[in-house]
Structure formats: C-alpha cells, structure tokens
C-alpha cells in the first residue's frame, strides 16, 4: 500500500515521503483524524535535542498521540468506520514483571519508530482502543497523555502507604493538571495541592484543594506523598522543595522530563526513607482503563476540554509548521490537529 508521512527531515522542515507500506493478513489500518502536539514533539521539532540525538532520529513521523477511523481490520476486532484511539507502544515481546512501556526492546512513535503523521497508520488491532460514542473528539487526541497520568498513579497506588490525607502536584502545566485532576478523581477524600509558578495556569485548577506559587507556600504546609510535573531545568528546584516539604516515607513520583541530569537531596531521601518512582510511557491496559475512566466519570473529559488551548485544521506541510509555531507559544494547554491531509 502507497502511503504519505510527513517526517521531519531537520529541525522545522517537514517533507512528505511516499512509503510503500506493508499490509499483512491481520493489519489494522486507521485513518488520523485527531492528534495533538507533545513537548517531545517540539524538542525534535525546534532542534531542541543534541545534534547527535537527531542525527540518529532523523528523518521521522513525529506525533504520538491521536486518534482515527479504522479503514480495514484483518483481525475483525474493529468495524470499518469505528473510532479508535491508537497506542504508540510497540512492544515486540512479554514479560511477566517488566511492563510493556519499560521493556528496551519496545520501539514507541515519534522517538523510536514514524509517529501519526501518516495519511494512514498501519498497525495491530492489540494497538488501539474503540472510544466511546460522545466523546469529545478535541480531549480524545490526547488521551496517551492522559493515559500516562493514569499510569503513574496505578504505580502510586501500588506503592505508597495508606496515609493519603495530602497529596502536593509540582507542575501548573498539563501534566500536573491531569494528574491533579485524576488524583481527585481516584482520592476524593484526600487534599490535592498542586504548586507552580504561574498564578494564571494555577487559576485553572479549579477542583484542587489549594493552589500556591512556588514562592509563598504556606508555613507549615506538609504533603504525605509528592507527584513532580515539572520537568526541564525547572524541575532542581522543584524536587528540591517537594523534598523539604514531603513527610517521612512518603511517596514521590517523577513524570517530569528533563535533557539533563537533574541533582536530587538524596541526604534528605534517606533521611526521610523517601520512595521514588519513576514514570515513562504508558502500555494498551493504560489506555484502556483511561477509556473506561473517560465513559464512566464523563465529568472528567468534561473538566479535560480545559486543556484544548488551540486547534489548527492541517492539510499540508505549511499547516503544520504554523501549527508548530503557535504551540511554542501556548501559555497552557494543548494544541489540537484537526487532520484533514
């Protein structure tokens, strides 16, 4: 099968390449409708990677999260016409206690293996989940980042001790409103305090208990357990001071990227027998409990339109770099494709 992808070729420039694509007897193959840009994507995107880093990425699809209509299913599991969110997770074997998303061997869109920038994606029925009828298509196109968050706090739950009365958010960007946001979904019992340094951002974060600048945290304000969000060269600080303000024995998890090492208090961790976790990716049992999440507790999709900050229709090469370039720019939010190629 002839198919189009738009690969980035070097920092900023996209070119459509026409691939010859295999189909085999039980491939699915699904048109992107929705997608949605991830700061990954405009790492690669801005030339924000080392050279040696995309040297070796170049050229590639980027985009790993959307969502489309399936147009053929070798496997019969999905109808022609059926919406589908698409995993892009690609493991290539089982292991009964690594996950799938830390396996070494697994290849994920955009970093690893073409993204969904693809006139159509070919891939495996075990690779993608129906959406349910109503969903908001917007919300839907980033439903793997949502899917992370739901990941990160399975491990969270697995883990951390029963005192659950406080949980603190570092991060006013659209990991720690996720996060937040399911933190309250799954303790509603619990105080979610979410900080950060942009008071506008914060603002949005209506469901929290409390929302405070980095700067003016309240004395004596403690959290049993720590989710950090922060990611970047912001993100020293902020595990610096989510330390100093954890109690002993708490929890910690680290979902915030960074493309340099980050220093940790680990005098403090021990001190305080901390339990850090950290959080990559996310596998299909994800996504489909985030679904499940989405059908069953529909106010939070609802709460989630929050974070469509902008939505581009995209139908060649120029569409995409505008879209690019006004993401750069989005205070808070996502940037929503609208794929029309």
Avoid at 82 to 91: C, E, G, S
Avoid at 205 to 226: K, R
Avoid at 239 to 268: D, K, Y
């Amino acid at each position: 099968m002839l198919n189009t992808v738009y690969r980035l070729v070097v920092p900023r420039r996209i070119e459509t390449a026409i691939v010859d694509t295999a189909i085999a007897p039980n491939s699915l193959v699904v048109r992107p409708t929705h997608l949605s840009i991830c700061h990954a994507d405009q790492r690669y995107y801005q030339g924000l990677r080392s050279p040696e880093v995309l040297a070796q990425k170049l050229p590639m699809a980027l985009v790993h999260e959307a969502h489309g209509i399936v147009v053929h299913d070798g496997s019969n599991s999905f109808v022609p016409g059926q919406r589908v969110v698409l995993v892009p997770n690609l493991p290539f074997e089982e292991d009964e206690v690594i996950a799938e998303n830390y396996l070494r061997s697994s290849l994920f869109r955009s970093s690893s293996a073409d993204g969904f920038m693809q006139e159509l994606v070919v891939t495996s029925a075990e690779r993608a989940v129906a959406l349910p009828e109503g969903i908001d298509l917007d919300v839907a196109s980033f439903t793997e980042l949502v899917s992370v968050a739901m990941h990160a706090i399975d491990r969270f739950d697995a883990t951390a001790h029963s005192r659950r009365d406080t949980i603190g958010v570092w991060g006013n960007g659209n990991m720690g409103f996720i996060v937040a946001l399911l933190l309250r979904t799954r303790f509603p019992n619990a105080a979610i305090h979410v900080f950060g340094k942009n008071a506008d951002s914060l603002s949005e974060f209506t469901f929290a208990t409390g929302t405070h600048l980095i700067s003016a945290i309240p004395n004596g304000l403690t959290v049993d357990h720590v989710f950090e969000c922060v990611g970047g060269p912001g993100s020293a600080d902020a595990i610096e001071q989510a330390i100093g303000m954890v109690q002993p024995e708490g929890t910690f998890g680290l979902l915030g990227v960074s493309e340099n090492p980050v220093p940790v208090n680990t005098r403090m961790v021990l001190e305080k027998g901390l339990r850090l976790i950290g959080t990559s990716r996310s596998g299909v049992e994800d996504f489909r409990r985030t679904i499940d999440l989405f059908r069953d507790r529909p106010e939070v999709p609802m709460r989630l339109a929050r974070l469509v900050g902008g939505v581009h229709e995209i139908r060649d090469g120029g569409d995409i770099a505008a879209a690019f370039d006004a993401d750069r720019t989005l205070r808070f939010g996502k940037t929503v494709l609208h794929w029309l190629v």
